[in-house]
């Protein structure tokens, strides 16, 4: 048989951990509109990497063009649109359409290399795609400089 030392510090530390959770989870909740966090339309979003660029990938099917935005401000790409709720039902031998939509926001925090002016973005088959192109930096050669 096997003795194990019963510490109730410990017991009561695991059971505050899990009020402090449950207490982040109730503020973020707080203030918000129960149905509208349970169809709330959140796009996924893809980002990589190359030579010349960085890339935003952004899914958005079913959300039309004129409904997105995408601005930088303060060094911040956010896009942001809204995907129309689509309601369809159909009788006799029942149809359906379940889809999630509403409002959404994306921020990205882009990297100091980036030339803010030269932002690309396109819309093709239900999917966003942000270029961000990264600025030439002119490497600085050192001079010497002759006393006259």
């Known amino acids: 048989m096997l003795l194990t030392r019963f510490e109730p ?3 009561f530390r695991d059971l505050r951990k899990g009020f402090d959770y449950l207490n982040s989870v109730m ?20 980002s990589r990497e190359a030579d010349d660029a960085y890339y ?5 099917p079913g959300v039309k063009k004129e409904n997105i935005l995408v601005d930088v401000k303060d060094n ?5 649109g809204e995907r129309k709720i689509k309601k369809e039902d159909k ?21 100091k290399d980036v030339d803010v002016q030269k932002i690309e973005a396109s819309n093709k088959n239900g999917v966003l795609e942000v270029k961000i ?16």
């Open 91 to 111: 009788e006799d031998t029942y149809y359906k359409v379940e889809s999630k939509y509403g409002k959404f926001v994306r921020n990205f925090t882009l990297p």
């Open 56 to 60: 935003v990938e952004v899914d958005l």
């Open 133 to 148: 192109p990264k600025q030439v930096i002119v490497e600085k050669k050192p001079k010497k400089i002759e006393i006259k």
């Open 76 to 80: 911040i790409l956010s896009i942001s």
């Open 27 to 46: 503020e973020e909740l707080e203030g918000q509109n129960l149905e509208d966090s349970m169809s709330a339309f959140v796009p996924t979003v893809n």
């Open 9 to 11: 510090v410990s017991e």
